[in-house]
C-alpha cells in the first residue's frame, strides 16, 4: 500500500510538471545563482570552500549551491535542474502526508489529502518551476524531515533520532535560513499536546542555538535590503501578505511571478485596511477557538511562523511586492492543517445527515475534482516558467504597469542581440519608474550598438536617478575605455569602486587599464583585490598572472595560472602557461 502511494505521488508529478523539465533557464537570477555562477560548475576544495564561505550574495545557501553542484555532475542542463527540485518536491509532498499521519494519530485519508494538496497547489509552481527557487524546496525537504524525526523521536525516544532531527535542521539552514521557526515550532507543537514546558525547553536547546547563529548570519546578508525600506511599509505588508496568501490558496485562479503594489502607502488604503481587518477578526476567532482546542491556534501560528519572516524581502527601497509564491511554500502546510481540519469537522456533520454510499460518492467527488482542477492550473502556471520573455509577458498580463516585467524583457531582448525591442522595453519600464538600473541596462545597448551619445545620456540619466549605484559609473568606464580615453575610464571605474568596493568587474577593468598603461604594480593590486572578491573571475586571476609575469614573478604567475585551470578550462591561461614551460 505505502509503496502504491509513493509511485503514485511520484507519477501524478511527473504529469503534472513533465512538461515543464523542458523549461530553460530565466534571466532572473538563474545567471547570477547558476549559469553565470563558476562555483556551481564543479565539485573541488576551492569551489566547496568558496559556497560555505560566501552569500548569494544575501542568503547564506551553501547545501543549495552544492545541490547545483550536483545537477552538473550530471550535465548541469535546464532538465536536469528541473528534474532535481521536481524530485525533491514530491519528496515533500510524501512528508507532508506522514506529518500528517502522525498529527491526526493515523487518520490516513486526511493525512493522504495533505500531501495530495501540498504536490498539486498552484501556489507551490514558482518553487518547482523556477531554478533559482531550488533553495526553498531544499530547505523545506530538509525542515520537513528534521520535524519528522524529532516526532519520531517523542514517539519511541531514540536518541538517535533526535541527533538527527538535530542533524536535518542544520541542513535546513545551510539550504535556507526562512526555516529559522522550527524550534519555535516545536514549543508549539507541545503546547498542542500539552507536554511539561521544562521538557520541552529542554528538547528544544540545540535547536535555538543554531536558530540563533543563522539569524546572526543572516542579518549580515540582509542588512542592506531591511535598511533600504523604512518600517511603515513592512508593518503594512506584515497585514496585508497573510489575508494575499490565504487567498492565493482558497481562491488559486490568478498567479504571477510578480505581485507589484505601486498605490499609497498609508494604513486606510483599501488594499491594506481590508487585509488588516481580515486578519484581526480572523484572528479572534482563532482565541474563541481556544475553548473547545489548540489545534486551530496551532495551525494559524505554524502559518504566520514561516510567512512573517518573508515579509521584508518583499519591501525593497521604492519597489513593493504584494506576495510571492515562494515564500508560500512551508507557510502552506499551516494552511493546509487549518483547511483540512475545520473541512473535516464540518464534513463529518454534514455527513451524519447522509446514507453511506452517498456519502463515499460525494467524499471522492469532493476530493478528486479540486485535486484535478488543481492539478490542470499547477500543469498550465508552470509552462509559464519556459523563459524569460514568456514569464514577463505572462506578469504584465495582470500587471501591464510592472516596470521590473519591462525590464526583464529588455535584458532578455539584449542578450538575444535584439536591441531595437530590447530599447523599446527599457523605455516602456522607465515610463513607468526612471529606475537608475534600468537607465544602466538601456545605456548597455547603446554601448554595444555604437550610440555613444545614446549611452553617455542614459548612463548621465542613470546618475541622477540613483547616484549611489556603481553601475552607471561603470558602464561610463567601458565607454570611455572604448573611446581610448584611459584617464577618464580610470576616474570612473575608481568612482564605481569607491559606491560599491568590492565591485569585481570594475577592480578587473580598472586592472586591464593599468595593465596596458605599464603600471604592473598598481594592476596587481587592483586585481588581487578582483580576485578576493570573486575568487571564481577567471578574467581576474588571468590579468593577476601577467601584472606578475611583467615583474618578474614567474613562479607566482605560474602559480595563478595553474590554479586558474584547476578550477576550469580557460584558453588564454593555458596559451600562457605553455608559454612560461617552454
Not at 204 to 212: D, E, K, R, Y
Request: net charge neutral.
Amino acid at each position: 500500500m505505502a509503496l502504491g502511494v509513493i509511485a503514485g505521488f511520484f507519477v501524478l508529478s511527473f504529469l503534472i510538471y513533465g512538461s515543464s523539465l523542458q523549461n530553460g533557464f530565466v534571466r532572473w537570477d538563474d545567471g547570477l545563482l547558476v549559469t553565470e555562477n563558476p562555483a556551481v560548475r564543479s565539485i573541488n576544495a576551492e569551489t566547496l570552500g568558496y559556497v560555505f564561505t560566501h552569500f548569494d550574495p544575501e542568503l547564506y545557501i551553501p547545501l543549495t549551491f552544492v545541490s547545483y553542484q550536483i545537477d552538473f555532475l550530471f550535465g548541469g542542463s535546464p532538465s536536469v535542474i528541473h528534474f532535481h527540485s521536481l524530485l525533491l518536491h514530491t519528496l515533500n509532498a510524501l512528508l507532508t502526508a506522514w506529518l500528517f499521519l502522525l498529527l491526526t494519530k493515523g487518520q490516513k485519508g486526511i493525512a493522504l489529502l495533505a500531501g495530495l494538496l501540498f504536490l498539486v497547489h498552484p501556489l507551490h509552481t514558482e518553487a518547482v518551476a523556477w531554478v533559482s527557487s531550488r533553495k526553498d524546496v531544499l530547505s523545506g525537504f530538509f525542515f520537513l524531515a528534521s520535524l519528522l524525526a524529532f516526532l519520531s523521536y517523542r514517539q519511541g525516544d531514540d536518541r538517535r533520532l533526535y541527533a538527527g532531527s538535530v542533524a536535518l535542521f542544520l541542513c535546513a539552514l545551510l539550504s535556507k535560513v526562512t526555516v529559522i521557526g522550527l524550534p519555535v515550532l516545536l514549543l508549539l507543537l507541545a503546547w498542542r499536546e500539552r507536554r511539561p514546558w521544562r521538557e520541552a525547553w529542554r528538547e528544544t536547546v540545540p535547536f535555538f542555538a543554531l536558530a540563533l547563529l543563522f539569524g546572526i548570519v543572516a542579518l549580515f546578508g540582509k542588512q542592506t535590503t531591511l535598511e533600504s525600506t523604512s518600517l511603515l511599509p513592512k508593518v503594512l505588508l506584515a497585514l496585508q501578505n497573510p489575508v494575499f496568501v490565504l487567498t492565493q490558496f482558497l481562491w488559486p485562479f490568478s498567479f504571477s511571478a510578480l505581485y507589484p503594489y505601486t498605490g499609497p502607502l498609508t494604513p486606510f488604503t483599501p488594499a491594506f485596511l481590508v487585509p488588516a481587518a481580515v486578519l484581526l477578526v480572523f484572528s479572534g476567532l482563532v482565541i474563541l477557538s481556544l475553548r473547545v482546542g489548540r489545534d486551530i491556534a496551532f495551525g494559524m501560528l505554524f502559518f504566520l511562523l514561516f510567512l512573517v519572516p518573508t515579509v521584508p524581502n518583499l519591501a525593497r527601497g521604492e519597489f513593493l511586492l504584494l506576495g510571492a509564491d515562494r515564500y508560500a511554500y512551508l507557510p502552506s502546510v499551516g494552511v493546509l492543517w487549518l483547511v483540512l481540519l475545520i473541512g473535516s469537522v464540518l464534513w463529518d456533520a454534514l455527513a451524519a445527515r447522509r446514507s453511506l454510499p452517498l456519502r463515499a460518492v460525494a467524499t471522492a467527488a469532493l476530493m478528486v475534482l479540486p485535486l484535478a482542477g488543481l492539478s490542470w492550473k499547477a500543469h498550465g502556471q508552470s509552462l509559464v516558467w519556459k523563459d524569460t520573455e514568456t514569464l514577463f509577458r505572462h506578469v504584465l498580463h495582470s500587471y501591464p504597469d510592472s516596470f521590473m516585467a519591462h525590464n526583464n524583457i529588455g535584458n532578455a531582448l539584449r542578450r538575444r542581440g535584439m536591441s531595437d525591442e530590447a530599447i523599446a522595453e527599457f523605455r516602456a519600464a522607465l515610463a513607468v519608474r526612471p529606475d537608475p538600473k534600468t537607465w544602466s541596462n538601456l545605456g548597455a545597448v547603446y554601448r554595444k550598438e555604437g550610440m555613444i551619445s545614446e549611452a553617455l545620456a542614459a548612463y548621465d540619466e542613470a546618475l541622477k536617478t540613483g547616484s549611489g549605484s556603481g553601475e552607471p559609473y561603470m558602464g561610463l568606464g567601458l565607454v570611455y575605455a572604448g573611446q581610448g580615453r584611459a584617464n577618464d575610464a580610470y576616474e570612473a571605474f575608481t568612482q564605481a569602486i569607491e559606491r560599491k568596493p568590492c565591485y569585481a568587474e570594475a577592480l578587473l577593468n580598472r586592472g586591464s587599464l593599468l595593465l596596458r598603461s605599464g603600471h604592473f604594480a598598481e594592476a596587481e593590486a587592483d586585481e588581487r583585490e578582483a580576485v578576493r572578491c570573486d575568487p571564481l573571475s577567471p578574467e581576474a586571476r588571468y590579468n593577476l598572472s601577467i601584472a606578475l609575469l611583467q615583474q618578474g614573478k614567474r613562479k607566482e604567475a605560474q602559480g595563478q595560472l595553474e590554479h586558474l585551470l584547476r578550477l576550469q578550462e580557460y584558453a588564454p591561461a593555458r596559451e600562457a602557461l605553455r608559454a612560461l614551460q617552454r
